[in-house]
């Protein structure tokens, strides 16, 4: 069992950043694969970046690379999703999320966070 707590999120302006933490607890967590997601009210969850369990791999989706940085830290059991030149399109509610595969569907992801808002006005 994987609990996964996310935090981080506000309002910042277009061309802002924003740096998300995401706290996993147990003693599992160097085993998962960690990804961020993210979600539009009305709209479906979409994948953002995916980082593998030893952190040497991470798949970003198109709109974001460049711009958004993920990292971790297996002994402080955290992953971090760095933001930079935010724009008006990334506001949605951003939710961390383990799977045990290197994954970009949601479907493979087994636990996840309650959610962060980040609002980027514009």
């Known amino acids: 069992q994987v609990q996964l707590v996310e935090s981080g999120g506000g309002l910042v302006q277009a061309g802002g950043s924003l740096r998300l933490s995401c706290a996993a607890s147990?003693?599992?967590?160097?085993?998962?694969?960690m990804g961020w997601f993210r979600q539009i009210p009305g709209k479906e969850r979409e994948f953002v970046v995916v980082?593998?369990?030893?952190?040497?791999?991470?798949s970003y989706t198109d709109s974001v690379k460049g711009r958004f940085t993920i990292s971790r830290d297996n002994a402080k059991n955290t992953v971090y999703l760095q933001m930079n030149s935010l724009k008006p399109e990334d506001t949605a509610v951003y939710y961390c999320?383990?799977?045990?595969?290197?994954?970009?569907?949601?479907?493979?992801?087994?636990?996840w966070g309650q959610g962060t808002q980040v609002t980027v006005s514009s």
């Open positions: 147990g003693r599992t967590f160097s085993s998962y694969a």
């Open positions: 980082i593998s369990s030893s952190g040497g791999s991470t």
């Open positions: 999320a383990a799977s045990r595969f290197f994954a970009r569907s949601r479907a493979q992801y087994d636990y």
